[in-house]
Nanobody
Framework: QVQLAESGGGLVQAGGSLRLSCAASGRTFSSYAMAWFRQAPGKEREFVAA????????DYSDSVKGRFTISRDNAKNSVYLQMNSLRPEDTAVYYC????????????????????WGQGTQVTVSS
């Protein structure tokens, strides 16, 4: 069982930066691939970024590639999302997700692939 808690959301102007954090409970954090998803009003939850259990591999959606960076610190049971050059279309609730894995793959792009979710943190980018 893993409990996830996101923080770091807020209101920022276009072009600005935010860093989201996700703290996980439990002793087996390094057994989980981690990801960030987002959901805007009236839209489906969409994949943003993922990182392997060892942090050796990452993957991003095309819409954030080159602007966002996912990272993790297994010693701190935490995963992060550094968001730069933010755009109004990045406005959404951002969710942290965990998937129990035995491999080092990050190719899990659908919300149904993930086992645990945080409550979400709102990111609003003004134009």
């Amino acid at each position: 069982q893993v409990q996830l808690a996101e923080s770091g959301g807020g209101l920022v102007q276009a072009g600005g930066s935010l860093r989201l954090s996700c703290a996980a409970s439990g002793r087996t954090f390094s057994s989980y691939a981690m990801a960030w998803f987002r959901q805007a009003p009236g839209k489906e939850r969409e994949f943003v970024a993922a990182i392997s259990r060892s942090a050796g591999s990452t993957d991003y959606s095309d819409s954030v590639k080159g602007r966002f960076t996912i990272s993790r610190d297994n010693a701190k049971n935490s995963v992060y999302l550094q968001m730069n050059s933010l755009r109004p279309e990045d406005t959404a609730v951002y969710y942290c997700a965990a998937k129990a894995v035995t491999t080092y793959s990050v190719h899990y792009y659908h919300p149904s692939n993930y086992d645990y979710w945080g409550q979400g943190t709102q990111v609003t980018v003004s134009s």
